[in-house]
């Protein structure tokens, strides 16, 4: 069964304390990895998209990376705007649904 | 781009009642998808329409929800009778293409009491 797992649950980090979010997953047929961030109250905003092992990419103080098995969305020198929970999902074989993480819920302290 | 929209942004019905949730996509965009999430759980896929077709319902929990797009625009989602296991956040999504970063909206929170 494809599974997507995100650790930690939950993180606390001083404003400047740099970090790494993991998303784990074990699918059939990586078509696509997604990270979103999601305040409260709001829906799931689009970060990126990975679709191979190696690939990197980044936006302001977030990068993320893949491998065969797991990614990673580093926060460098985060402030307390980027509170929120990230989430990971995947697209798998042929299917176009996302099959989404738990999340990771971070707070930045100033 | 106006977003992808969704109202209500809160329903509270009671048990056995019908509520029906409505999502605007994004102009243009042919596919749309429903997810929800539920007390403590991930946000898990409902179905996905490529206009007015449903390409994929898998995820729809049982015959008590149906999903419309009538003309390949707007979406509802009815939900006829309520249970109390319905509730949660339901969210719609729009992409131009499959694959592409699919934009969700701020959902509905949907109580049943």
């Known amino acids: 069964e494809d599974q997507v797992t995100q650790s930690p649950e939950a993180l606390r980090l001083q404003e400047g304390e740099s970090s790494s979010l993991n998303c784990s997953y074990t699918?059939?047929?990586?078509?696509?990895l997604f990270w979103y961030r999601q305040d409260p109250g709001k829906g799931p905003e689009f970060l990126f998209t990975l679709y191979s092992a190696g690939e990197e990419k980044e936006k302001e103080r977030l990068k993320a990376t893949l491998t065969k098995k797991e990614s990673f969305l580093h926060i460098t020198a985060p402030k307390p705007e980027d509170s929120a929970t990230y989430l990971c999902a995947v697209r798998v074989d042929s299917s176009y649904k996302l099959i989404f993480g738990s999340g990771t819920r971070l707070l930045v302290r100033p | 781009e106006a977003g992808v929209t969704q109202f209500p942004s809160h329903s509270v019905i009671e048990k056995g009642q019908t509520v029906t949730l409505r999502c605007d996509p994004i102009?243009?965009?042919?596919?749309l998808y429903w997810y929800r999430r539920v007390m403590g759980k991930e946000i898990k896929f409902l179905l996905h329409f490529v206009k007015e077709s449903k390409q994929d319902e898998s995820g729809m929990p049982n015959n008590r929800f149906l999903a419309e797009r009538t003309g390949g625009t707007y979406s509802t989602l009815k939900v006829q009778p309520a249970e109390l296991e319905d509730s949660g956040v339901y969210f719609c999504?729009?992409?131009?293409?499959?694959?592409?970063?699919?934009?969700f909206g701020s959902g509905t929170r949907l109580t049943v009491v």
């Open positions: 699918v059939s047929g990586l078509r696509g």
């Open positions: 999504a729009s992409s131009h293409g499959t694959g592409y970063g699919y934009t």
């Open positions: 102009s243009g965009h042919d596919n």
